[in-house]
């Protein structure tokens, strides 16, 4: 086969000449089909994925839920351990006959604050 008959000549531009072949304008096309491909796989897919999470609505939901607990617990555990937070015990609380109870919380390089919580 003759250079003449693979190569097509496509453009031509100032100090250059483009040319393709058969190969490269198939190759082009394929390219181009795949993509619609891909897009179409990716429809399917994710509409299998949907159809299986509404389909498992209630086990995931109950997943989410112990995450979410799991989730604050962490992030309150964390705090507790940063700001040195401790259980207060029977010389730290106290109840009164009153409505109110007083309860003193220690943070730390701060002074004694006194928080009025209601027992009703």
Aim: charge should be neutral; proline fraction near 3%; hydrophobic fraction near 50%.
């Amino acid at each position: 086969m003759a250079m003449k008959d693979l190569f097509r000549h496509r453009q031509t531009m100032a100090g250059a000449v483009r040319f393709s072949t058969d190969e490269l304008s198939d190759l082009a096309s394929r390219i181009a089909e795949s993509a619609g491909a891909a897009l179409d796989l990716e429809r399917a897919l994710f509409d299998e994925m949907t159809a299986l999470a509404l389909e498992h609505e209630a086990a995931l939901g109950a997943i989410a839920d112990a995450l979410a607990v799991f989730d604050v617990s962490v992030a309150l555990a964390e705090l507790a351990v940063a700001a040195r937070y401790v259980r207060p015990s029977s010389t730290t609380a106290w109840v009164s006959r009153s409505p109110k109870a007083v309860i003193p919380w220690w943070k730390p390089r701060s002074r004694l604050r006194m928080h009025a919580v209601s027992c009703q």
